[in-house]
């Protein structure tokens, strides 16, 4: 079975398997759970900040009236999840391989480079540094790659859509 | 008759018809690759259409998106992955029948199905979409109340094992929409000091971020999977004994995915799903399914395409996206500073017969592309990875810079990227953040318009016919998954009870 891919609905866990970390005590989506719970709490918590409404305006619903509406179904809908999730066995999590982790930071890194040396030099740092994180052994290809590409973008974008690109703190 | 004298007019104009080809083209080529879907890369396009002019903008979008349904079933059945979500069916007979050596005659009952399909629901958005409006533009404050609620309520099923999950990301993505200055009162709200999000939070960098940038942290994990290709042959047409074998199975997938296009929030993904099961419990050798039966390529590609149109329909009537790409389609008519749902009728008729036209030329120009070129398209599938990804996020990243020109929208799009990541990683679909996001700002300003209508009297709501129907609808949209489930469940037992005994 090559080539298969495909994306479960409960995320990465094996839910399929009875046998499977029947006896777990920390579900899945307990944690998930807990994060949105703490983050609606603090949503709930910002609303309380908002402006006084002057009184001429203050026939209809108040501003922060219908966030709050929206942290209550939230916060049942978690509640929801998590005691259907009590009901459910669930299998070992998978872990995440370093290599999201790796990219994930190489993507922040790009775009905070994007403020300090412009858009063009930095995406040509990340055409040169995913594919090589990426196993990519072809150097020359991907030097051909990283030189092609953002020109092909800066043609596109700054020169027919008339695009201001960033340029950068030391070129701007 | 306006309908005849846009499709003349589009045909003899050669930038239309290379706009509508350049769509079709790239649709299929984004709907081979897996891992780009049609909502990706509508969403990706978005920005370089901005300046366009609206027709040959939303032609395009348009004429991607039925293409890119489309597309996804060469990959499915040339190397089981299939390129779009709503050719995971397409694979389940696809490949078998590839791997048996008849991957031209997979190909061609695909590429016939898809095109039967996507014209039928052409011809349905022609005949409903107009019918839609008219009795929607009775619609008031309340009814788009009750409506956008049931659009949200539909989010339950999108996918039937997470429902629960599905409507917090459609809460959650209602909540950002709250972002921004209250449109009432002017109070700012969320807006942290930052000048550019009193606006709101776009929805441009959201959809690229949650669709493309996790995605690319998808394909970080999976890189060591490698697709075993089969090597493709010239497409055939089906034969006569072919066709008769699956008229039946194609005519109700028509009807199926029309049907479950135009409800709220569901797509071609699920009406695939129901074709394909449909097709298997009406057909004469069920063991042959899941082993290369072409009534199991035909039943999932004739409802796809035809969700397509009919996904449309409530875009373009109502304002409320049949999809998550008609998200971006609904979204890009706003961009372009039009206002979807009833009035559109009446203010931009030539817009909307233009999109009609767009996809009926789309769906014909796939057919052609398809049975000339599925073999050429196959081998986009040999771009390497490492070169692909990088330049999705690329683009990404300048896509979402262009569209107001500041680095705000390119930090929301990346935080939505790796939200979307852990979204994905726990079960929970972008899509439904997408929707919640569009329809927010609908069910926020739609509810309050109505307390003032009513005078903050909630029973009022339950004095008109068309809101009534629309809770009754929210309602089975809400409880109807856990209710099928509980019966299919039920079911089950019953009939392991039978058979014991």
Known sequence: MSGERQESTHGDTDTSSPAAGGGRWLHSDDVAGVVILVFVGVVAAITTTFDEVPAALSQGIPPEQFPRILVVVIALLVVTMIVQSRLRREGPRKRVPMMVLFTACLLVVFVVLIDWIGMMAAMLGFCVALPLLWGEKRFLWVGLYAALFPACIYLLFSMLLGVRLPLGLFMG | ?501
């Open chain 2, 1 to 501: 008759m306006e309908i005849f004298s846009t499709l003349a007019s589009i045909l003899l104009d050669p930038y239309m018809l290379l706009v509508i080809l350049a769509g079709t083209v790239g649709g299929v080529l984004v709907g081979v690759l897996p891992g780009l879907s049609s909502t990706m890369a509508t969403a990706l396009l978005l920005p370089f259409t901005v300046t366009m002019e609206p027709i040959p903008a939303i032609s395009l979008l348009a004429a991607l998106y039925c293409a890119g349904t489309y597309g996804g079933s060469i990959t499915a059945i040339l190397i089981n992955a299939p390129g779009a979500p709503p050719a995971a069916a397409t694979a389940l007979d696809g490949y078998p029948m590839a791997v048996r050596g008849e991957a031209g005659r997979a190909l061609g009952i695909a590429t016939v199905s898809s095109t039967i399909g996507g014209v039928f629901s052409v011809l349905v958005l022609i005949v409903a979409a107009p019918l839609l409006a008219r009795i929607a533009y009775k619609f008031g404050a309340p009814e788009y109340f009750a409506l956008a609620l049931f659009g949200l309520s539909m989010l339950a099923s999108i996918s039937g094992k997470s429902s629960v999950k599905n409507l917090i990301g459609g809460a959650f993505g209602v909540l950002i929409a709250t972002v921004g200055v209250d449109f009432t009162t002017g109070v700012e709200r969320f807006t942290f000091g930052f000048p550019e999000l009193t606006e709101g939070i776009h929805f441009i960098p959201v959809m690229i971020g949650l669709f493309g940038g996790s995605e690319l942290l998808t394909q970080a994990a999976s890189l060591n999977v490698i697709y075993k290709r089969i090597a493709s042959v010239a497409v055939r047409l089906p034969s006569r004994e072919d066709f008769r074998k699956v008229r039946g199975v194609i005519a109700r997938s028509c009807g199926i995915g029309t049907f479950i296009g135009i409800l709220p929030a569901e797509g071609g993904t699920v009406a695939a799903m129901v074709a394909y099961n449909e097709a298997k419990r009406w057909s004469k050798d069920k063991a042959e399914f899941g082993n290369g039966a072409i009534e199991g390529i035909a039943g999932p590609e004739a409802a796809n395409n035809a969700a397509t149109g009919g996904a449309m329909v409530p875009t373009l009537a109502l304002g409320i996206p049949g999809s998550a790409t008609t998200a971006v389609i609904l979204g890009a008519l706003m961009v372009h500073g039009l206002r979807p749902g009833p009035h559109l009728f009446n203010e931009q008729p030539h817009l909307l017969y233009s999109i009609f036209v767009a996809m009926l030329v789309a769906n014909v120009m796939f057919m052609g592309l398809g049975m000339l070129g599925a073999k050429v398209f196959a081998r986009v599938t040999l771009i390497p990875r490492t070169f692909l990804w990088p330049s999705v996020f690329a683009l990404a990243v300048v896509g979402s810079y262009a569209l107001t020109q500041s680095m705000l929208d390119v930090w929301v799009m990346l935080t939505f990227g790796l939200l979307g990541f852990l979204f994905r990683r726990y079960g929970f679909s972008p899509a439904p953040i997408i929707m919640g996001l569009i329809l927010g700002e609908l069910v926020e300003n739609s509810l309050k318009q109505s307390l003032l209508i009513f005078d903050h009297n909630w029973l009022l709501f339950f004095e008109r016919p068309i809101v009534v129907m629309f809770f009754v609808l929210t309602l089975a949209g809400l409880f109807g998954p856990f209710l099928y489930q509980h019966l299919v469940s039920g079911f089950m037992k019953n009939r392991r009870g039978t058979l014991d005994e």
